[in-house]
């Protein structure tokens, strides 16, 4: 700016903004009348082994969130892990995405957690089942995506692919 350089992280493709664009409007759509409150990035979710959130072990911004309990939410962002978390891939975050993420949202009891693939044109749904994330399900170009956690969540994936 002003012919300054600023190390900036790159800006997510327009593939990706329009995926998390698409969600965002079927889960707020969904969520409308229930009880649950639809987040996107930049939003900080606050992972924390107590119940201290003053100084969290984790801080994450995930591309959506839902979160279904009022009391998690703070004037800084939501204390504990929500209901669903939604990443969409990009080539620079796919590495954590998949592992590190995976890993320290299902510890920290993320019921669902969704990975978007636009690469392969794919979604992981992820849920946990007794303290894991021993429930997978991989969507297909053709499919229709199915909450676990939300029964009546359905959302075809072709809509988030439709921009090519």
């Known amino acids: 700016m002003d012919g300054k350089a600023y190390n900036m992280s790159p800006a997510p493709t327009a ?6 664009g698409e969600l965002h409007v079927a889960l707020r759509t ?14 900080d979710i606050f992972f924390s082994e107590s119940e201290e959130y003053d100084s969290p072990d984790h801080i994450t911004q995930p591309d959506l969130s839902v979160i279904c309990s009022k009391d998690q939410l703070s004037k800084n ?5 929500p209901a669903l978390i ?21 510890s920290y009891g993320v019921q669902e957690y969704w990975i978007v693939d636009p690469g392969n044109r794919t979604v992981y749904v ?3 089942k007794d303290g894991s ?6 969507y297909m170009e053709q499919e229709t995506i199915q909450s676990i956690l939300f029964k009546d969540l ?3 994936i ?3 692919f439709s921009l090519e």
């Open 154 to 156: 359905q959302i075809p």
């Open 30 to 43: 969904f969520f409308q009348n229930r009880h649950c409150l639809v987040f996107v990035a930049p939003f």
């Open 126 to 128: 992820n849920t946990l």
């Open 133 to 138: 994330y021993s429930i997978r399900h991989l």
């Open 15 to 20: 593939m990706h903004q329009f995926i998390v």
């Open 86 to 106: 939604i990443e969409v891939l990009s080539p620079s975050t796919a590495l954590k995405d998949f592992n590190e993420k995976f890993n320290l949202y299902q």
């Open 77 to 81: 962002g939501c204390q504990g892990a």
């Open 158 to 160: 072709n809509t988030l």
